[in-house]
């Protein structure tokens, strides 16, 4: 019985990060917004922007992964310092969507919408863990 709830339990944990995987980045999604017929989109600084995309994907699936099994690992008790970390790489990955914007001929998102952005994630994070 152990044996089979232990089975179920690791089919349901690969399929929820299996799920999350999908989401991406806001750099990302604010990467792929950007219309290739835009005024600054062949500009070297606009193409370079594109490039924290791939960073700020990998930052968010290493935290899909680790941040749960830390969590599991430590019983909980990482809770809080964990809810910094990823605060403050979530704003981080604001900043740089807004760079994005910024230099590819859009606009920078004010720093009150990025912290908002941040505390309303983090108030669903915890919901959702």
Do not use: W
Request: a positive charge.
């Amino acid at each position: 019985m152990l044996r089979a709830l232990k089975g179920v339990f690791r089919i349901v944990l690969l399929m929820a990060l299996i799920s999350l995987t999908a989401c991406a980045s806001n750099t990302r999604s604010m990467a792929d917004s950007i219309s290739p017929h835009a005024e600054k989109f062949n500009d070297p600084a606009c193409q370079r922007s594109f490039e924290l995309a791939a960073l700020h994907d990998d930052i968010k699936l290493t935290r899909t992964i680790a941040t749960p099994a830390l969590l599991l690992l430590t019983g909980g008790s990482y809770l809080l310092p964990l809810i910094g970390a990823n605060m403050g790489l979530d704003a981080l990955d604001h900043v740089d969507a807004s760079h994005v914007s910024q230099v590819c001929g859009g606009f920078a998102t004010p720093s009150k919408n990025i912290l908002e952005k941040v505390f309303i994630g983090a108030g669903f994070g915890v919901l959702k863990k």
